[in-house]
Nanobody, 123 residues
Framework: QLQLVESGGGSVQPGGSLRLSCAASGSALENFAIGWFRQAPGKEREGISCISSRGGSTRYVDSVKGRFTISRDNAKKMVYLQMNSPKPEDTAVYYC????????????????WGQGTQVTVSS
């Protein structure tokens, strides 16, 4: 019904910036809430940001609030995560996910997942 593919990951210096993209195909993207998750080696996958189906509501965990920005363009079937002033602790594989629910930070609330893209923050 919906396929998601992340891109834009790579290496970035602390204080720099990086923009992750999530391209959707299949079902209309506007029917889904979207979440961004990340997983560092040896740690559980955690939700960091989410956005409602039309983009009217966004949420962030405290660790990224003020530095990361989630956005979406349903006409282009794209979702973005702008990462400003990244820190070494932001190093992880980042995933986008979609589900027919109000946006939350819980993995259990999402149905479709991308394959992930690696982000490495180092000097």
């Amino acid at each position: 019904q919906l396929q998601l593919v992340e891109s834009g990951g790579g290496s970035v210096q602390p204080g720099g910036s990086l923009r992750l993209s999530c391209a959707a195909s299949g079902s209309a993207l506007e029917n889904f809430a979207i979440g961004w998750f990340r997983q560092a080696p040896g740690k559980e996958r955690e939700g960091i940001s989410c956005i409602s189906s039309r983009g009217g509501s966004t949420r962030y965990v405290d660790s990224v609030k003020g530095r990361f920005t989630i956005s979406r363009d349903n006409a282009k079937k794209m979702v973005y995560l702008q990462m400003n002033s990244p820190k070494p602790e932001d190093t992880a594989v980042y995933y986008c996910a979609a589900g027919p629910v109000w946006p939350t930070m819980s993995r259990d609330d999402y149905v479709y997942w991308g394959q992930g893209t690696q982000v490495t923050v180092s000097s």
